[in-house]
């Protein structure tokens, strides 16, 4: 059954990014709006990290109020094109990360406006001329394009990332500077900006081994821009998953959690400007060069984990393997073709879980659990997968109801259902959240679900089940009576 919901979805193409999904958990602003100049940057600093498929930046930036009144919106802006593409925006209060994350929720102007923000409320007001520092974090997905977009086989591949050198502000910033981490000092190209924008008067960028820097610059108004870029040897897969559909089914007579993941990557990197020789790739696998095709995932799973399955639009796939012991649990898939650049592979894999191994009980309640599953798993990768889009479904027993869940991976929607499936009476309660622009390292983020399921309910399905079997029995049992009577009848006739 399940497969073939599967197979529908993924025939009917259910893998576009629905981009009106940010849009609806917007404020929408008039787009005459100015973020008020209430704050000055005195100093930033930010970093870029290119050493996987997704950029990484760190923004840390000393704010002041500059306004009389004490004030705790802090805006920061970017492009309509950007913002679409930027996932797990975090900001931290640098001098104590131990502090939770501050509010983040963008806004919105009406159409027209290229410009869209973060509006990030900081948990105390900053009082006139009292400073703060703030520690912000993002990923830009789709960042990185082939360059030359075609390439032989076995030929390295370079990427050019395209990028503003003074970091986004919507606030005029005194001083700044930008720090590129790259994966290789192969690096062709990188874009040499004057030497009289820097205050040091110095070459810019100023390189160190694979670290570049632009900066530091002098003072700049709220927007300003001045686009470069860099390209560098990268070769290496663009995993990009279009979508992926996880499944968590809990279920308490079973003792068992059942995880089911469904992909549909892309690889983005530069496309084989001829053909696809298997002879050339059956030759590489003896030296093993790099490679800018995905030719293996690695899912690190938890203890525990058990009866893996990997299959695709073809049916299973053997190129697999899975270790599982008392320490670790690691599923290793190899797609059943080499994903060259432009090439798309779906498939789908799960697993089950001992049901101990993420559930507790609450103490005093017996009726009420606490399920803790990773938000995200997928495989993890040296160079990173990025995804626009996730949608994980936890499906609990029937009759269970949801007090409350929490994830710290930025949610673009949250629904309450019924699941309905063979044998099932009221339907299973379903939580189903969607996540945009995630990536890998998210892997160890946790959803945590708090429910109710009272022990009744536990006997429904067995219930539900004993009570179809008397139905077939009793049914079969009244024709069979008839047949006999019938039978009985004629007999009595021909005596
Ligand atoms: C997005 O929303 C707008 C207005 O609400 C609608 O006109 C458009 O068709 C929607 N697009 C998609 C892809 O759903
Ligand atoms: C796929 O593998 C599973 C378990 O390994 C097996 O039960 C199933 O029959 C296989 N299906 C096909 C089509 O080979
Ligand atoms: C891969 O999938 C995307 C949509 O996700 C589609 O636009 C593209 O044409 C597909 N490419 C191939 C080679 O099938
Ligand atoms: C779930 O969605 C509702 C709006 O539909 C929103 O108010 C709430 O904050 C969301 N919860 C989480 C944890 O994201």
């Not at 004030?71 to 975090?90: H, T």
């Not at 889009?389 to 259902?417: C, Q």
């Amino acid at each position: 059954m399940r497969l073939i919901h599967w197979a529908v979805a993924g025939f009917l193409g259910l893998a576009a990014a629905d981009s009106n999904l940010t849009h609806g958990s917007k404020n929408i602003l008039p787009s005459t709006f100015k973020p008020p100049q209430h704050f000055r940057n005195t100093n930033l600093v930010r970093n870029i990290n290119l050493e996987k498929s997704y950029p990484r930046e760190t923004i840390n930036v000393v704010i002041e109020n500059v306004d009389k009144q004490p004030q705790s919106e802090y805006y920061l802006p970017f492009e309509q094109d950007v913002i679409s593409r930027i996932g797990g925006l975090e900001v931290k209060d640098k001098k104590d990360a131990a502090k939770p994350a501050f509010d983040v929720e963008i806004v919105a102007l009406d159409q027209g406006s290229e410009t869209e923000y973060y509006k990030i409320t900081l948990p105390t007001p900053l009082a006139n001329k009292e400073q703060l520092t703030l520690s912000i974090t993002y990923f830009v997905l789709s960042a990185l394009e082939p360059l030359p977009a075609q390439i032989q086989q076995n030929d390295k591949q370079y990427v050019l990332h395209k990028f503003s050198a003074y970091a986004p502000s919507a606030y005029t910033t005194s001083k700044q500077k930008t720090k590129l981490k790259l994966p290789t000092t192969d690096v062709p190209d990188a874009t040499v900006l004057p030497a009289e924008l820097n205050t040091e008067g110095k070459a810019d960028p100023q390189k160190q081994g694979t670290t570049f820097t632009y900066g530091p610059y002098g003072e700049l108004p709220a927007g300003a821009q001045e686009e470069v870029s860099v390209r560098y040897e990268f070769t290496k897969s663009l995993t990009h998953g279009t979508l992926l559909e996880r499944d968590i089914e809990v279920s308490h007579w079973g003792g068992n959690v059942a995880t089911e993941e469904r992909h549909w990557l892309t690889n983005r990197a530069a496309k084989l400007k001829n053909h696809f020789s298997r002879v050339t790739f059956q030759q590489a696998q003896y030296f093993n060069p790099p490679s800018s095709a995905l030719k293996e995932m690695r899912f690190p799973l938890a203890v525990g984990s058990v009866d893996a399955y990997f299959v695709d639009d073809i049916g299973n796939v053997s190129t697999s393997r899975f270790r599982t012991n008392e320490r670790e649990a690691n599923l290793e898939l190899k797609p059943r073709y080499p994903l060259y650049g432009g090439w798309n592979y779906s498939f789908k894999t799960g697993w089950n879980a001992d049901l101990k191994t993420v559930l507790r009980a609450i103490k005093g309640q017996s009726e009420q659990f606490v399920l803790r599953v990773p938000f995200v798993e997928g495989p993890r990768q040296a160079e990173g997968v990025e995804y626009e889009r996730v949608v994980t479904r936890v499906i609990l027993p029937e009759g269970a109801s949801i007090i409350d869940f929490s994830t710290s991976v930025p949610l673009a929607s949250n629904t309450t259902t019924l699941h309905r499936t063979f044998m099932d009476t009221v339907g299973r309660t379903t939580l189903n959240l969607v996540a945009l622009n995630v990536v890998d390292e998210q892997r160890e983020r946790d959803l945590i679900v708090t429910y109710t399921y009272p022990s009744s309910a536990k006997f429904r399905k067995p219930l539900t089940f004993a009570a179809g079997l008397m139905v077939v029995f009793a049914l079969s049992w009244v024709i069979g009576n008839l047949d006999v009577s019938i039978g009985k009848k004629e007999k009595q006739k021909t005596v």
